[in-house]
């Protein structure tokens, strides 16, 4: 273990002799390994803002402050030497709490949703949730890290700052094991609300309504949620499947749907044997960004490989 002595010109604490307790390498690897990660949780935020989360109302914009969050904390853990401790354990503190905190949110809205949105299950969400854990696990263990060797501890500062120069190693070590335990749960709450979790089943609607939106009308569910085409689709052929049906679900039914409704209402087979219902030529589609009747939000945004229209009716 480190010796310390105090000096007595100067009345600070002085780690005397021997080696830190992690060797050098130990918290450069930390150190790239966390802002790595917070790097590549941010741009995996980035391509969901850009392909689809900035209509979402409320969602988009904590997206994006996630994104920007991400960004600024790696560049601080990175930048920051291990000499500057107080910085840097701050730094790699506010990194640990990020992830976990966005994690959290995934978890959450995945269960029970958020702000009113339900989030479904994706290979990017997925992504994005062991990128956290791991993110949460590397800069807590850098947080917590012993100062370098020689580092001094000034008597006269604020005890938070002597604190954070030299954490006691009782509590280092109790910080740790809370660290371990909420990995643990992390990873068995993520685990399961992944595992329970599915993309939302095409919505099958019995009947073809018409809504005034923003004064246009425009054809809707049966439950008044604004229909799409998608650019990409022909009239006898959907272009959407997998990430893209997750939050674009195809609407489902027979032609019957299409009675009193101005224009011709057909169906098209899906890959899966279903049928899908077309208007006018366009296959159907509802939009997991709207999270009640009379909302638009997929309207003329170029998302998952292509521009989306709400259906208007004339």
């Not at 080696?19 to 966390?34: A, F, S, T, Y």
């Not at 560049?75 to 030497?81: E, F, G, S």
């Not at 029970?112 to 992504?127: D, H, M, P, W, Y």
Request: aromatic share 8%; hydrophobic share 45%.
């Amino acid at each position: 273990m480190t010796r310390r002595q105090t000096d007595s010109d100067t009345g600070q604490t002085v780690s005397a002799g021997a080696q830190p307790l992690w060797p050098g390498w130990v918290k450069i690897v930390l150190r790239l390994v966390g802002s790595g990660l917070l790097f590549a949780t941010a741009a995996i935020h980035l391509d969901l803002y850009v392909t689809g989360y900035r209509t979402i109302p409320t969602i988009g914009w904590l997206f994006l402050l996630q994104v920007i969050s991400a960004f600024g904390l790696a560049v601080a853990v990175l930048v920051l030497p291990s000499r500057f401790v107080v910085a840097s354990r701050l730094a790699a503190g506010a990194g640990a709490g990020f992830a976990l905190a966005t994690l959290g949110g995934y978890i959450l809205s995945v269960w029970i949703g958020l702000f009113g949105f339900k989030e479904v299950r994706t290979s990017a969400g997925i992504a994005a949730g062991i990128v956290e854990v791991a993110a949460f696990v590397s800069l807590a263990a850098l947080a917590l890290a012993p100062a370098p060797a020689g580092t001094t501890v000034d008597r006269a500062a604020p005890t938070p700052i002597r604190f954070l120069t030299e954490i006691p190693p009782k509590v280092a070590k109790a910080a740790g094991l809370a660290t371990v335990g909420l990995t643990v749960v992390a990873l068995v709450l993520f685990g399961l609300v992944v595992s329970g979790a599915n993309a939302p089943a095409p919505a099958t609607t019995t009947a073809l309504k018409t809504r005034t939106i923003g004064g246009t009308t425009v054809l809707t569910n049966s439950k008044g949620f604004t229909l799409y085409s998608f650019a990409p689709d022909t009239p006898t052929t959907s272009k959407c499947y997998g990430t893209c049906a997750a939050y674009w679900p195809p609407v489902l039914g027979t032609t019957a749907a299409g009675a009193g409704v101005p224009g011709t209402v057909r169906t098209i087979k899906r890959t899966d044997g279903s049928e899908q219902l077309t208007y006018n030529g366009h296959p159907l589609y509802t939009y997991a960004g709207d999270t009640a009747p009379g909302q638009a939000n997929g309207n003329n945004i170029n998302l998952n490989g292509g521009l989306w229209l709400e259906i208007r009716v004339s």
